[in-house]
């Protein structure tokens, strides 16, 4: 193609773009950028909603409505047409949530569609609640009606994932509850991700569901195959986590990856396998002790070296990560396997999302998951990135905890 016409192919399809975005949402800004870096596809970014309060995942419907969550409000909806409703949530939601509540990294988290949504439009929430005396995270079941005006039929299909209900030396009450939901497009399971809570046995506890990443049916009852170690609950699918928040499934083969950030070292990506241990182990070794009985930030050994994210010493079999972030961590968010020819060099690789690196990065992966390259997403603000979700328009949505959800779209 002459050059010529290809740059006005592309500034047509730039508009075009933008043009639908501000169309269906009556509020959206556009901005253009172009990516140069040799190779990879140039996106352009669409601000698809802004002013929210802490955005914290997305889901799209076979229908075409985004599901949102915010952190301390709810669940939300975004029709087609750009209209927006409240759902599920605080004081001015269709549903008030009594039991829902906000405190630290705790309160509506992941948000999914169920795989048979157009039958049964089931969707789900993974929420903070004080139902219980001890506070929980729960993962709820809700029915959308066909309007997007309300949900009803609440059933909370798992309800025992634990939550750190006091603060410690090591931080605040309702850190580290993991929170991303996601049905596998293989195996049409869902798979929900926990946090160790701040808490040192938690993590290789097989009998309790924090530090781990579970596996259940549409009803919360565990999935055959998790191969959970004898004495273990069943659903959990993998365990000796940290605080994984997120989880993607590769196309082609469908192995679950985790993407989990490391407590000052080692944000880590992990190809998983039912009844694998992700080797994070931070209660004190026999002879030692730690505050509150974490050793997270510390040692759990008497050589003083950091408590590892994956401890093969102690775990000669653990699920060895397919990349760790130099060492460091950044606060690894959320992942997701990019998909489709228009993403060019990026079919197939991951996206990972982080927190306080506020940017995105670009995993290739060989056959066996590991990870041989990376690069970043340039030209787009630098923001915290919480969620990652591929539309059916195959773009990539974004949301941050600065308020905004994105889409960040390729240029032929
Ligand atoms: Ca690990």
Not at 98 to 120: H, T
Not at 331 to 338: A, E, N, P, R, S
Not at 358 to 375: K, M, P, V
Request: charged share 20%; aromatic share 8%; net charge positive.
């Amino acid at each position: 193609m002459k050059r010529g016409i290809k740059i006005l192919l592309t500034t047509v399809f730039t508009i075009f773009v933008t043009a639908i975005a501000a169309d269906c949402s009556g509020e959206s800004s556009a901005a253009k950028v172009a990516l140069t870096s040799a190779g990879e596809p140039r996106v352009t970014r669409t601000v698809v909603l802004s002013g929210l309060r802490e955005p914290w995942d997305l889901a799209f419907t076979p229908d075409g409505a985004m599901l949102f969550t915010e952190k301390c409000r709810g669940l939300s909806v975004r029709l087609p047409n750009g209209a927006i409703k409240r759902l599920f949530g605080t004081t001015g939601s269709a549903v008030v949530v009594g039991d829902l509540f906000c405190q630290g990294q705790s309160g509506m988290l992941g948000v999914a569609v169920d795989p048979r949504f157009s039958d049964n439009r089931f969707i789900y929430v993974f929420m903070a609640s004080n139902l219980n005396d001890r506070k929980t995270n729960r993962v709820v079941r809700l029915v959308v009606d066909a309007g997007y005006s309300t949900v009803s039929n609440r059933k909370d299909i798992v309800t025992d994932i634990p939550f750190k209900s006091s603060a410690t030396i090591w931080g605040g009450a309702g850190v580290h509850s993991g929170g991303r939901i996601r049905f596998s497009p293989s195996d049409g399971f869902l798979y929900i991700t926990t946090g160790d809570n701040h808490n040192g046995p938690l993590p290789q506890d097989l009998t309790r569901l924090g530090g781990k990443v579970l596996r259940v049916d549409r009803d919360g009852a565990a999935a055959p195959g998790n191969n959970t170690p004898d004495g273990g609950d069943p659903r959990i699918f993998t365990y000796g986590h940290r605080n994984v928040q997120g989880i993607a499934f590769r196309p082609g083969t469908g192995q679950p990856f985790s993407c989990e950030h490391g407590p000052g070292h080692s944000d880590e990506v992990t190809p998983l396998v039912a009844g694998g241990n992700g080797g994070w182990d931070p209660k004190p070794d026999p002879n030692l002790s730690c505050i509150s009985n974490y050793c997270g930030y510390t040692s759990n050994k008497s050589d003083g070296r950091p408590t590892s994210m994956t401890d093969l010493a102690k775990f000669p079999i653990a699920l060895r990560p397919s990349w760790n972030n130099k060492g460091v961590s950044e606060g690894m968010g959320h992942c997701l396997f990019l998909s489709g020819r228009q993403w060019h060099a990026w079919d197939g690789r991951l996206a990972v999302g982080f927190l306080r690196g506020s940017r995105i990065d670009i995993l290739q992966l060989d056959t066996a998951g590991t990870t041989t390259g990376h690069t970043t997403v340039s030209g787009i603000p630098s923001q915290r990135m919480r969620s990652l979700v591929q539309g059916h328009d195959g773009a990539l949505y974004i949301a941050t905890d600065a308020g905004e959800i994105w889409s960040l779209a390729p240029i032929q």
